[in-house]
């Protein structure tokens, strides 16, 4: 059975009729595109880029092509409403909350959650509830948040109407979302899951069931970290026992560009139509080459790969062993000195921090290339070893710290600010977050005390040369704060 395709199809169509563009965008269907950018994109994709058509629909008020593809893929999530985003999964976080509450409704958030839920803080006049999260010591990295630890803090703060959780995480780590929902639900607050690394979940036994299986009122996904789409999409879902469809699709069109690309919203049809003619296949091609490497890793001495065992703490329900994360540092290197090797050797990793690499596989890794990409890793890995150096002590300064907050994000972002030398900044009060990337989570939002303990914090980063993300100051010597 041929799986349809309206929106690519309403795209392809238009293509094919050579209309003459008088009308935006200015290349004219790559007419005046610079060489080598239509050389990069070809003659088809340029012509491609369209301005708003009638026929191609319109993503603020969808009747017609778009709506079918937006509804074809909540039918195949299990979701009352999808709804295609074009400002990655960090646009559909923000439109997921200012969807489902009101300014100063408050929010229990784990603290590890991605830098994107400070701007909705800010946009929506949200009070974050933070939530400290489990923490492997062994790998050094955040697990997920315990049942008893949220129960623990919805009975401390009724007027919590939402709780946001990051599942699975970047490692692949699962919470119990079924019971944690069961547990909100019965408090009559929202869940609401950042599930941008779980796009491909649910459709295979293999892997953990996706958000939405478990009772979830609403997940953002980034279809283009897992699955086919283009870079910056994604899909936002939800069921609508509980939310607003109305609302929150005003939400998703006040966030959204009145001129959305039609090549990212038709590689989002595109995804889904995979996903329906062969989602288990494509997850389990996807486990089968993850394994195999998980494999052949296993065999060199000093590596450590995280497994089914994280399954031991009862925070963690599930894990992707898609993300292959290999802890490094009993080698006797950082994970950004293997990953710096790698890349010599030709193969770039989804994340190092200091004990770990992270490999991340999809169904695209099952190709021809994959078996010598895989022995070049496991050689890598196998001349470090051969180097014999001591392993690596864990640096006090590694453990991301709980900073309290002061004022809130939205306060702190209207305030008047100045920036200082992040050696002087003791004491101050941040006007802006600084994450490191990956993963992306905020070391200091707006409105929190920057202490000792998180000026040492970013100085360790910032000496394992892991990239800085937020600040004004990208190199971090200077940090803005609230004027005194």
């Known amino acids: 059975m041929k799986i349809r395709k309206p929106l690519l199809e309403a795209l392809n169509h238009y293509e094919r009729e050579k209309i003459y563009p008088c009308h935006t965008p200015g ?19 340029a012509a491609m880029d369209v301005s708003l058509m009638s026929e191609l629909d319109d993503l603020h008020c969808p009747s017609g092509c778009l709506k079918e593809a937006q509804e074809m893929t909540a039918a195949l999530y299990g979701s009352d409403r999808c709804f295609f985003a074009v400002n990655g999964t960090t646009g559909a976080i923000h439109a997921m909350l200012l969807g489902a509450l009101k300014p100063n409704d408050r929010l229990l958030v784990p603290r590890n959650s991605h830098r994107a839920v400070a701007g909705a803080l800010v946009l929506g006049g949200l009070e974050a509830v933070f939530l400290e999260p489990g923490y492997d010591r062994n790998f050094g990295i955040a697990t997920q948040p315990s049942l008893q630890d949220i129960e623990e803090a919805l009975a401390c703060d009724p007027e919590i109407k939402a709780v946001l959780l990051t599942t699975p995480n970047y490692y692949g780590l699962t919470a119990d979302v079924a019971a944690i929902a069961d547990l909100v639900h019965r408090r009559g607050a929202f869940l609401l899951v950042d599930e941008a690394h779980g796009a491909h979940l649910g459709f295979s036994s293999f892997l953990p069931p996706s958000a939405l299986q478990q009772g979830a ?110 802890k490094v540092s009993g080698l006797g290197v950082t994970g950004m000195e293997a990953a710096d090797l790698l890349r010599q050797a030709g193969i770039a990793v989804e994340l190092a921090d200091f004990n770990n690499v992270l490999f991340l596989l999809t169904y695209a890794d099952d ?66 977050q600084v994450s490191f990337y990956p993963p992306g989570i905020p070391v200091i939002l707006p409105g929190e005390r920057l202490t000792g303990e998180v000026l040492a914090y970013c100085r360790a980063l910032l000496n394992l040369r892991i990239p800085v993300s937020g600040p004004v100051d990208g190199t971090l010597k200077k940090i803005r704060v609230i004027k005194l």
């Not at 006040?254 to 959305?260: Q, R």
């Not at 995804?271 to 996807?286: K, T």
Request: aromatic share 4%; proline share 4%.
């Open 27 to 45: 290349h004219k269907g790559g007419r005046g595109f610079a060489a080598e950018l239509k050389s990069c994109l070809g003659s088809t994709a």
């Open 217 to 326: 009122d609403a997940c953002a996904q980034s279809t283009h970290k897992t699955l086919g789409a283009l870079t910056q999409c994604s899909w936002l879902h939800i069921r609508t026992e509980r939310l607003d469809a109305e609302k929150m699709a005003s939400a998703v069109s006040l966030l959204t560009s009145t001129s959305p690309n039609y090549l990212l919203l038709s590689s989002l049809d595109a995804a889904r139509s995979q996903l329906e003619a062969a989602g288990s296949s494509m997850v389990e091609a996807a486990a089968r080459v993850a394994l195999e490497l998980r494999r052949k890793l296993q065999s060199v001495t000093g590596l450590e790969l995280l497994d089914e065992k994280v399954l031991a703490r009862g925070e963690v329900a599930g894990y992707d062993c898609t993300k292959v994360t290999v």
């Open 367 to 432: 190709n021809p290339e994959i078996e010598a990409i895989m022995n070049k890793i496991e050689k890598v890995f196998r001349t470090i070893a051969a180097m014999k150096l001591p392993p690596l002590g864990q640096p006090a300064a590694i453990r991301m710290p709980f900073p309290a907050a002061v004022m809130t994000a939205r306060e702190a972002f209207w305030a008047e600010t100045e920036n200082v030398k992040l050696a002087e900044a003791a004491g101050r009060i941040a006007a802006e």
